[in-house]
T-cell receptor, first 115, second 112 residues
Framework: DAGVIQSPRHEVTEMGQEVTLRCKPI?????LFWYRQTMMRGLELLIYFNNNVPIDDSGMPEDRFSAKMPNASFSTLKIQPSEPRDSAVYFC?????????????FGSGTRLTVV | GQQVMQIPQYQHVQEGEDFTTYCNSSTTLSNIQWYKQRPGGHPVFLIQLVKSGEVKKQKRLTFQFGEAKKNSSLHITATQTTDVGTYFCAGALSSNDYKLSFGAGTTVTVRA
């Protein structure tokens, strides 16, 4: 199993540009999460999908952030327009079960730098 | 809202020594999970505790869930350089609760 695959690993972009982060969850996992990690705020849940349906997006910072999951094997997180304060490591995680039971498998993350 | 606090924030350990990191929740948890993140890496699931007073061991790591299911601890014996990283606890209010509340983590450095 290749695990959760994220791309790109690193992204440097200018303020105002659109950024798209990609995630391929583990096959068979029906829960997908997007997290953001910063030194100041730690790990923050941005959005949770179950069976490709967004269940909770209350953690999405503002309208500049959007996420989609068009099928069971692909999800995107888009920031438009990007701002320097969006600089962080963005993790995608997937889980076999619907709830928090059993642990999450995290991808390697995308380190985003907005200059 | 639910908060999970971890102490200490940093732990500097001499190689070969033992140490413990603690996790406390303001509310009763359904389960608690522990993750390890190596420098520059991603969180890796270590273990889940579900039962009150549960104790689980993984080699030199001992995980414990409190009787009231509000606190947990991770004890590492004979620390090695491979133990370097940040250890996070994460709690869930119910087995169906997808929202894991992550602690801020304990960052461990090891002196050889």
């Amino acid at each position: 199993d290749a695990g959760v695959i994220q791309s790109p690993r690193h992204e440097v972009t200018e303020m105002g540009q659109e950024v798209t982060l990609r995630c391929k969850p583990i096959s068979g996992h029906n829960s997908l999460f997007w997290y953001r990690q910063t030194m100041m705020r730690g790990l923050e849940l941005l959005i949770y999908f179950n069976n490709n349906v967004p269940i909770d997006d209350s953690g999405m910072p503002e309208d500049r952030f959007s996420a989609k999951m068009p099928n069971a094997s692909f999800s995107t997180l888009k920031i438009q327009p990007s701002e320097p304060r969006d600089s962080a490591v963005y993790f995608c995680a997937s889980s076999l079960r619907q709830g928090a039971n059993g642990g999450y498998t995290f991808g390697s993350g995308t380190r985003l730098t907005v200059v | 809202g639910q908060q999970v606090m971890q102490i200490p924030q940093y732990q500097h350990v001499q190689e070969g020594e033992d140490f413990t990191t603690y996790c406390n929740s303001s509310t009763t948890l359904s389960n608690i999970q522990w993750y390890k993140q190596r420098p520059g890496g991603h969180p890796v699931f270590l273990i889940q505790l579900v039962k009150s007073g549960e104790v689980k061991k993984q080699k030199r790591l001992t995980f414990q869930f409190g009787e009231a299911k509000k606190n947990s601890s991770l004890h590492i014996t004979a620390t090695q350089t491979t133990d370097v990283g940040t250890y996070f606890c994460a709690g869930a209010l119910s087995s169906n609760d997808y929202k894991l509340s992550f602690g801020a983590g304990t960052t461990v450095t090891v002196r050889a």
